[in-house]
Every structure is written in C-alpha cells, then in structure tokens.
C-alpha cells in the first residue's frame, strides 16, 4: 500500500472506525489534509443516509438492544466518523449505564447519545453544563436525590475525579461544597432536567480557595480555572487517539491551545490529530482495538451493509457492552481488552463473517469473485493481507498463509477454494496483528 493510503488507514481507523475500500479510494483521491479537515468538521458533511438506514431498519429504540443495534449502524455507516467516535468517547468518559438508569428509561439513553452527538467537537464548557443537566446521568450518579440539608456527593466526586480535574486537584471540603452546589438539580417525573429551587443550597460555599454562593454552572467555570482542566482532558483524548504515554511537551502545548481557544474541543482533537506523535511509525497499530472497533472495522473492511443481530451480545462476550460500562471509569481498555476469552470470541465473530453465505444470511465475501479475479492461490493471501492489514504482514506469517492455500486449493477447484479464501480471512480477522489499530 502506498504511504498516502497507509496514512489514510491508519487515520480512519483512530479518528473512526476503519474505512470500507471505497471510502479509502475517496479519501485517497481527496488526499490526506483534506480529508483531516473533512473529519473535524461533521457539520458540514450530509449525513440523511444513515438516518434513513436506520429508521428502514425498524429497531425499536425504546428498548436498551433496540438502541444498541442503531448505534452500531451509525457507527458503520456513518458519513460523519469522527463526530461518532466522540460518542463514543464521551460514552465511556462521561458514563451513564442502563443497569443504574434503568431498563424502563433508555429513551434518557438515547437522548444522552444525541447530546454527545451534538457536542462531540463542541466547547467543552457547554458539554460540562449540559452532561450536568442530562437526566441519564442525573440518574446514573444520583443527583436526582441532590437536596439541601442531605447533600448527595456522587456527581460531585466524580464531577472532580473523573471528568474534569483527576485525583489529588481538589479536597474532600471541595467535594462537599460541590455537592452542595448542585442541590436541587433534579428530574421531574416526565424525565426533563428541572432545577427545584426550594431544593437549592443557596448559601455560601468555599470551593477551590474561593467563597460564593455558588451553582452548578459556577462550579464548572471554577473548575476550568483550575491549572490541571485543560492538561487531564488533553491526556485523556491522547491515550484514545494515539498512545497510553503522552509526552509532557507535547500535552502541555495541547492544553495551552484549549485554553486560550475558549475550550474548543476541535482545537484539541485536531491538534492532537495534527500530532507528528499521531503520524507517527511508533503509533502505527499500537493500541489494541475495542471491541467495537474491531467489529465495526472488520465490517466496513469487508463491505457489510448490515450489522449481524447477534452483534450486541458478541460484543458483551469480548467485554464491552454498550450502553453498560462496568463502573463510572467506563473500560479499561488497552490490554484488558484481550484474556484467553475475549481473545477466543473475536475469533469467532471472524468465523461468522467468513462463513456467512445462503439466502437467508448476510455475506460478507464472495470468494469465487476474488477467485476469479486472482487465479493464483498465493494471491489470495496478498489480497486480505492488503484489504485488512495494509499490506503489512511479517513474512513469516505471510508464509504460513501461503502455506495453508497451497494445500490442494485452486482456482479451478470451487468448493475448495471456497473454503481456503473464507479460510484465509478468518485467520487474518483473528490474528493478532488484526487486533491492533
């Protein structure tokens, strides 16, 4: 594969979800830099298909799988990547779970997607306010029960801790203070934001060194004074988009520019995207992919135009369950991601795609076409090797594929290279360089 395209790869799968062959032929005519600028800016780019595809699928989305399968064909059809990889950032940043929300609330889900949606590359300012207001999360960290005299410290720990500011930035006083701050912001019983003001705390509070008769909105301007605000989300969108160990040069450079631009999350996200770090060799397939990256990047590469209903629940045997994180801290991720397990039900969601052929199943392949359009047995093993893994493959591995078709397959034998070329892409789905973005 050319550099260009490389690039390109390496692009959709950290600001997306991997590309299918014909995005990567556009995006490779448009060129890099263009297509840079294109993914940060979502709003300018149509995206009504996506929309029709999933009212056509006819999901109900007032039920938590119903939701979950929307998702998923967004994420895999979207024209908008990178607005729809934010979500999923915020997702697991700024966590709601239906296991604490409650099965009977996923249209409060759905909502607080839509808002993730909507300030994906927003001000991170308007997203603090507007999260602290969303009642899934109102929900999720029981500030619903936020009341003067019996303040409810939950959203404000982890307000402090986990969204904004990192342990060791604040005291326990602050958090207290906080939490009274946000009494009386509330759901009513129609599931709207209302702020209950015989409920509201009033008087003076202490927070961060300074007195006021503090609210929730103050909170969140007082917190964005504090040093640490711009370089703890700096860090944290780094580690998702290129490597778990930023360099101290390189974060405090980002955060200065998210500050002084007012706290533009698309200044951050394309400054760190702009990275010589993110460009880089050493980032070049160094993370292990999520679940979800894996699945909806396998798919794209090979086409799909659906997602297999059994997707969510494959999902929740590799380890993440989409709308149900375990914790407030959301995944882990990195090499949590992968046990004997996880790492055995990736293999067999690869399976599935290979295997898939009748009537009645999705097909993902078609190997008599690829057959025919590579005579040559070796050429297979080429063909998936450039299609999922851009072409790099240690040659050792590369032989042993070649080994594999070398058995007995042909072009002119069908039912045996039916089953090598499906072969083949199974081996390469679970391998473990596929299992890197």
Do not use: C
């Not at 929900?139 to 060791?168: C, K, Q, S, V």
């Not at 795609?353 to 080429?382: M, N, T």
């Not at 892409?425 to 679970?430: P, Q, S, Y």
Request: charged share 25%; aromatic share 8%; hydrophobic share 45%.
């Amino acid at each position: 594969m050319d550099p260009t395209r490389r690039a390109l790869a390496h692009l959709f799968r950290r600001a997306g979800f991997g590309a299918s062959p014909a995005e990567l032929e556009a995006a490779a005519r448009a060129g890099y830099d263009a297509t840079l600028e294109r993914l940060l800016a979502p709003e300018q780019v149509n995206d009504d298909e996506v929309e029709a595809r999933i009212t056509a699928a006819g999901l109900d989305q007032s039920r938590i799988e119903g939701l979950r399968q929307a998702w998923l064909l967004r994420m895999l059809h979207t024209r908008r990547p990178l607005q729809e990889k934010m979500v999923l950032f915020w997702h697991g940043h700024l966590t709601s779970a239906v296991a604490k929300v409650g099965g009977q609330r996923v249209g409060l889900l759905a909502r607080q997607l839509a808002l993730f949606r909507e300030h994906a590359l927003g001000n991170w300012r308007a997203l603090l306010r507007a999260i602290s207001r969303d009642p899934a999360m109102l929900f999720y960290l029981d500030n619903r029960l936020n009341r003067r005299g019996a303040p409810n410290e939950n959203y404000a720990r982890e307000l402090l801790e986990l969204f904004t500011l990192g342990i060791g930035q604040y005291t326990e006083q602050d958090v207290k203070e906080v939490a009274r701050a946000f009494t009386g912001w509330t759901v009513s019983r129609e599931g709207e934001f209302v702020f209950a003001e015989r409920q509201h705390d009033d008087g003076p509070k202490t927070i961060f060194g300074r007195t006021g008769r503090w609210n929730g909105d103050d909170v969140i301007d007082l917190i964005l004074e504090q040093p640490a605000a711009a370089p703890f989300l700096a860090r944290k969108l780094y580690r998702f988009f290129v490597a778990d160990d930023p360099p101290a040069a390189t974060i405090e450079r980002l955060a200065a520019a998210f500050r002084a631009s007012d706290w533009d999350l698309r200044v951050l996200v394309g400054g760190i995207l702009h990275t010589p770090e993110f460009q880089s060799e050493q980032a070049y397939r160094a993370r292990i992919k999520s679940p979800v990256e894996f699945v909806i990047g396998a798919l794209k590469a090979l086409g799909a135009e659906t997602v297999p209903p059994d997707t969510t629940a494959a999902l929740r045997r590799m380890g993440q369950d989409l709308l149900n994180p375990p914790s407030v801290k959301g995944w882990d991720g990195g090499p949590s991601w992968i046990n004997a397990a996880t790492l055995l039900e990736r293999g067999n969601f690869a399976l599935r795609l290979a295997a898939s052929r009748g009537e009645q199943a999705p097909v993902f392949v078609d190997p008599a076409a690829i057959a025919a359009q590579h005579p040559a047995p070796e050429a297979w093993v080429d063909y998936w090797v450039e299609r999922l893994l851009d072409g790099d493959l240690p040659a050792s591995a590369r032989e042993a594929l070649r080994a594999y078709v070398r058995d007995g397959a042909t072009a002119n034998n069908g039912a045996l290279a039916d089953l090598k070329v499906r072969g083949l892409l199974h081996l390469v789905l679970a391998s473990p360089y596929y299992q890197l973005s």
